[in-house]
């Protein structure tokens, strides 16, 4: 069974290289992440941000144009830590404005015994890693009139890029409330972030905050997202304000379940599933 296993993985993996070859020689001069296709990238810059995340940029080859990913978009990371045998493969989300050229950015947050994220945490400038563009959620601008956004811990990355795609647009009027929920204060890393959104955009983006161990004297609320966080966001859907709002949400299974599960909190709060949609 281990050499059939290993024999179809060869077949897949020298097929999509075959069909990456032919698409790349006819979309050279497309973005990079325009089409489907495995890109290796090259590290420019690592930056520790907080305690345990980091910010790693990556060269795009073409230094002139942007990445081709949409609003919203992922991409799934590919790599072989310690000479792996088999890849270790996760998604992360750029962080950086889409339309920017030249680079990417990811925020990855470091898990203790994560395979992945401790890999990338251990890359350094000139290190290179491989990459296929996934999309979410393709945004429309003003869809809907208001959307929350609730996330925990890292799940913050693709709020944080809708977020900024929606306010860096002048066409799109959309409403952001914005609930993270996170360990530590010091886990709250896009903080300034989002203070500037709030200050450049009055009305149009709000953030909460809620800390499971927060520190002494912290402004922010202690504990979990509940119903009774979201209702004090001003998120629940039996107001007639909140009938249209479009509920995102990425964090812990746990958390998503307990949001998400047919007698959860959303629907508590009068969400349909129809309007709720996972990262």
Same mark, same amino acid.
């Given at each position: 069974m281990g050499t059939q296993i290993a024999i179809t993985a060869a077949v897949v993996g020298v097929g999509a290289y075959a069909w990456y070859l032919r698409s790349s020689s006819t979309n050279r001069d497309k973005p990079v992440f325009s089409s489907f296709g495995f890109h290796? %990238?090259? %590290?420019?810059?690592a930056e520790l941000i907080n305690h345990n995340t980091k910010k790693l940029r990556f060269d795009l080859p073409d230094k002139s144009k942007p990445s081709g990913l949409s609003l919203t978009s992922a991409l799934l990371t590919i790599s072989f830590p310690n000479g792996r045998w088999l890849p270790v493969l996760r998604p992360y989300t750029p962080v950086n404005d889409l339309d920017e050229p030249g680079y990417i950015e990811l925020m990855v947050k470091l898990y203790p015994g994560g395979k992945q994220s401790t890999h990338l945490h251990s890359l350094r400038p000139g290190d290179t890693l491989t990459f296929a563009p996934i999309k979410e959620l $393709?945004?429309?601008p003003n869809k809907h009139p208001h959307v929350a956004l609730i996330a925990g811990g890292a799940g913050i990355t693709p709020m944080y890029q809708l977020a900024r795609g929606i306010l860096n647009n002048p066409a799109d009027q959309t409403r952001i409330t914005l609930v993270w929920g996170v360990n530590t204060d010091e886990d709250i890393f896009l903080r300034d972030k989002f203070a500037a959104f709030e200050r450049d955009h009055p009305g149009r983006f709000r953030a909460v905050y809620v800390v499971a161990s927060p520190a002494a004297g912290s402004p922010h609320q202690k504990g979990f997202i509940t119903k009774q966080i979201l209702e004090g966001a001003g998120l629940s859907a039996r107001e007639h304000k909140n009938r249209d709002v479009k509920v995102l949400v990425c964090? &812990? &299974? $746990?958390m998503e379940k307990a949001l998400k599960k047919r007698t959860g909190v959303l629907a508590e709060l009068g969400y349909r599933p129809d309007q709720v949609y996972s990262f």
């Open positions: 290796t %990238l090259r %590290l420019e810059s $393709a945004w429309k964090g &812990p &299974p $746990a």
